[in-house]
T-cell receptor, first 115, second 116 residues
Framework: GAGVSQSPSNKVTEKGKDVELRCDPI?????LYWYRQRLGQGLEFLIY????????KSGLPSDRFSAERTGESVSTLTIQRTQQEDSAVYLC?????????????FGPGTRLTVL | GQQLNQSPQSMFIQEGEDVSMNCTSS?????WLWYKQDPGEGPVLLIA?????ELTSNGRLTAQFGITRKDSFLNISASIPSDVGIYFC????????????????FGQGTILTVHP
């Protein structure tokens, strides 16, 4: 079916507010990843989920960032008490697994602007 | 953590010219990937390399996995305007006991501009 979808496509918020970003992976993909892309930069790994295993949260920059995934479906990335430095494009990707041959398919991203 | 150094940061070329970009790492990767990102979209996989020394082509694109497993290059021949975008290298490590397992490490990107 469809590729990875993300919502909203754009989010403008005020400093200190909480935001929730949503990712719908490709059906059947057990692995789901979140990345952050600052302007003019490469992709920075945040967190990944693989099936029912505990998520790898090693890339989350602070405890203001958290993510959840229900089974092998939708994931939500939450940023609490947003700061201007959180402004970036947040990209989600999914794949069948986490091996080096499992292609990660990316969504279009959510552009977050913190005023 | 692992870091990838990608160069050049940007390129301005004429249509029809060939392009070359590369990535180097201080540590070994088991898989090298090259992605292209168009404005407002997520990266799309162009070429995947799984074996040291491997040379793989996809149309006008050719990429190689370095023998040392610490580098890779991407060539684009006879560039066309639709080649414009940002190109990223990415590496994947099979070091299951390490912090990088299962995750891709991305380079900083090469911004390609093609003048008609």
């Amino acid at each position: 079916g469809a590729g990875v979808s993300q919502s909203p496509s754009n989010k403008v918020t005020e400093k200190g507010k909480d935001v929730e970003l949503r990712c719908d992976p490709i059906s059947g993909h057990t692995a789901l990843y979140w990345y952050r892309q600052r302007l003019g930069q490469g992709l920075e790994f945040l967190i990944y989920f693989q099936g029912n295993s505990a998520p790898d949260k090693s890339g989350l920059p602070s405890d203001r960032f958290s993510a959840e995934r229900t089974g092998e479906s939708v994931s939500t990335l939450t940023i609490q008490r947003t700061q201007q430095e959180d402004s970036a494009v947040y990209l989600c990707a999914s794949s069948f697994g986490t091996s080096g041959t499992d292609t990660q398919y990316f969504g279009p991203g959510t552009r977050l602007t913190v005023l | 953590g692992q870091q990838l150094n990608q160069s050049p940061q940007s390129m301005f070329i004429q249509e029809g010219e060939d392009v070359s970009m590369n990535c180097t790492s201080s540590s070994i990767f088991n898989t090298w990937l090259w992605y292209k990102q168009d404005p407002g979209e997520g990266p799309v996989l162009l070429i995947a390399l799984y074996k040291a020394g491997e040379l793989t082509s996809n149309g006008r694109l050719t990429a190689q996995f370095g023998i040392t497993r610490k580098d890779s290059f991407l060539n684009i021949s006879a560039s066309i305007p639709s080649d414009v975008g940002i190109y990223f290298c990415a590496g994947w490590s099979a070091n299951a006991g390490g912090t990088s397992y299962g995750k891709l490490t991305f380079g900083q990107g090469t911004i390609l501009t093609v003048h008609p």
